[in-house]
């Protein structure tokens, strides 16, 4: 089965609804993975029942992998090509991490932020007591677990500003004497207090990200090495 004929048709005969191109565009900046994107495709597939027999014309045998590896490197360049910031925002955040050093930063709240993913050694160890056969035992090293480094910058990076403005909503709300209370990313109140929370929220959003030198003032504010943090 060629390429075009998994893009240009049979992708055309499944239609790609909102639902399936949702959690990659939500993801990418999570540095989601092409094969992630795959994973999440081909679950889509299953989930919504498609039958791929229908697709495929007279002896045709249609790869459901295939099929979905063809659209999640699709999507991937579609992602970069609509909104090419964030993509080279993520790029660039990867590009701070090395191998030799964690990386911290200052979040907007004041909170520092240290990731560290350490590589180990791995001992598999025969005891034959209590009936367990064997243990695996971790030897932390020194060194930062690269890919586990680089995979995970750009979502923390986004998860310490998201909990900063959720920080700052609920001082605002406190010194309005606003009734809230947060689950996860979503804020709450009482009914008649909904039109104020909302004006804090946005408010506080504006505040942070009006700062054009946001990004690189709390990258560059710290990095230290493995060494130093023990």
Request: hydrophobic share 40%; aromatic share 8%.
């Amino acid at each position: 089965v060629s390429q075009s004929r998994y893009g240009g048709q049979v992708w055309q005969g499944i239609g790609v609804t909102r639902a399936l191109a949702k959690k990659p565009v939500m993801t990418y900046v999570y540095s989601a993975t092409t094969k992630g994107i795959a994973d999440d495709v081909l679950d889509y597939i299953t989930d919504q029942g498609i039958e791929l027999e229908s697709l495929a014309e007279p002896g045709e045998l249609l790869s459901p992998i295939k099929l979905s590896m063809f659209l999640s490197k699709l999507m991937m360049e579609t992602i970069q090509e609509v909104v090419p910031s964030a993509a080279n925002v993520m790029q660039w955040l990867r590009s701070q991490v090395d191998k030799d050093k964690a990386i911290s930063w200052k979040a907007p709240s004041g909170f520092t932020v240290l990731q560290r993913y350490f590589e180990y050694d791995r001992s598999r160890i025969r005891v034959r007591s209590c009936g367990v056969e064997y243990v695996v035992c971790y030897q932390r090293k020194e060194s930062m677990n690269l890919r586990e480094m680089k995979d995970g910058i750009s979502p923390n990076f986004v998860h310490s500003l998201d909990a900063s403005h959720l920080v700052s909503t609920v001082v605002a709300c406190a010194n309005d004497n606003l009734p809230m209370v947060t689950i996860h990313d979503s804020f709450g109140t009482v009914a008649g207090e909904v039109d104020r929370l909302l004006f804090n929220t946005k408010d506080r959003f504006i505040n942070q990200y009006r700062d054009p030198e946001l990004l690189f003032n709390l990258i560059n504010s710290h990095i230290v090495t493995g060494k130093q943090i023990g």
